[in-house]
C-alpha cells in the first residue's frame, strides 16, 4: 500500500493555516504544540503514518524531505536513516551500499523526548533552537504515530547532489528509487511478501505480491543498474553500485 502526502510553504487566503504555538489535534488524537509554522511536513506526515498503520502492515518505508539538519550533518552525498528497529537500518544501510545510494543509520534514543516536553500537549512539534540534532527530534516525533510498527525513515536529503549518485550521472539524482528496490526484493523482504495475505480492496492493486510482482520489480532492479553510460560513473561516486544478487557483474570500474 502506497501513501503519498504533501505539503506547502504558500499562503493562501482560502485556506486556514496553523499558527505558531497553536496547539493541533493529530488524526490519532495526539495533540500537538506547533512551534515552527515551516515544519508542516512532519505535521502532514504525522498522520500519513497513522493512516499507514491503520492497514497493519509488517513494515513501513516513509522517504521525505524532513529536516535541513541531515544536509548539515551529511551534506548531500549520501542520507540518513531512522527507525524503531535496529536491524530494519542495517538492512538499509547494506542496501545503500549495494545500489550506491549509500545512507548512515542514526540513533533516536528515548531521552531526546525530554526536548518534546509541552505543558499544553501531549508533545510538542519541534524546538527552535540550533544545533538542536532536529532530525533526531523529529524521528523522535513521529514513532509516536506508527503504533509500534516496524518504521524506516529515509531522508531525502540526497536528492541533488553535484556530479550525480549511485548510478545516476545528473544533479537530480533520483535518490530512494534504486535503495527501494533493493529493500523490497531482498530475501527477507520476498519471504515477508510471499507470506502476507493482502487486504481486500475494490481496486486491482499493483503491488500484487504474487511471484510475477516480485519478478518484476527484481527486473525493473536490474534495468536500473543497465542504464547505458551510468554506470562507470556511479561506481565510482557511490561505492559497490549494483553489485547485488541478480544485478550485472562483471561491470566495468
Avoid at 548539515?72 to 549495494?98: E, I, K, Y
Avoid at 544533479?171 to 530475501?187: C, H, M, N, Q, R
Wanted: charge should be negative.
Amino acid at each position: 500500500i502506497t501513501y503519498g502526502d504533501w505539503s506547502s510553504d504558500v499562503c493562501s487566503s482560502d485556506l486556514e493555516a496553523y499558527t505558531q504555538n497553536e496547539v493541533v489535534t493529530a488524526l490519532d488524537g495526539t495533540t500537538i504544540e506547533t512551534t515552527h509554522t515551516d515544519a508542516e511536513g512532519r505535521m502532514v506526515l504525522a498522520d500519513t503514518l497513522t493512516l499507514a498503520s491503520r492497514a497493519k502492515p509488517d513494515e513501513i518505508i516513509d522517504f521525505a524531505t524532513l529536516t535541513g539538519a541531515m544536509c548539515t550533518a551529511l551534506g548531500t552525498r549520501q542520507s540518513g536513516v531512522l527507525s524503531n528497529r535496529d536491524d530494519f537500518a542495517s538492512r538499509a544501510v547494506a542496501a545503500g551500499v549495494v545500489t550506491g545510494e549509500r545512507v548512515v543509520a542514526f540513533p533516536m534514543p528515548a531521552d531526546y523526548d525530554e526536548a518534546l516536553e509541552s505543558t499544553v500537549a501531549d508533545v510538542k512539534q519541534c524546538v527552535l533552537e540550533s544545533g538542536a540534532a532536529d532530525h533526531i527530534l523529529a524521528a523522535r516525533f513521529l514513532q509516536r504515530f506508527v503504533n509500534d510498527v516496524p518504521w524506516l525513515h529515509v531522508d531525502l536529503s540526497a536528492a541533488t547532489n553535484r556530479g550525480g549518485l549511485g548510478a545516476v550521472g545528473t544533479e537530480v539524482t533520483g535518490f530512494g528509487v534504486g535503495l527501494a528496490l533493493e529493500l523490497v526484493s531482498s530475501p527477507s523482504a520476498r519471504r515477508c511478501l510471499a507470506s502476507r495475505k493482502p487486504p481486500p480492496s475494490p481496486f486491482p492493486s499493483p503491488w500484487s505480491t504474487s511471484p510475477s510482482r516480485i519478478s518484476a520489480l527484481q527486473v525493473a532492479h536490474e534495468q536500473v543498474a543497465g542504464v547505458p553510460g551510468q554506470r562507470k560513473r556511479g561506481l565510482a561516486r557511490g561505492g559497490r553500485a549494483f553489485q547485488g544478487a541478480g544485478t550485472p557483474q562483471g561491470i566495468e570500474q
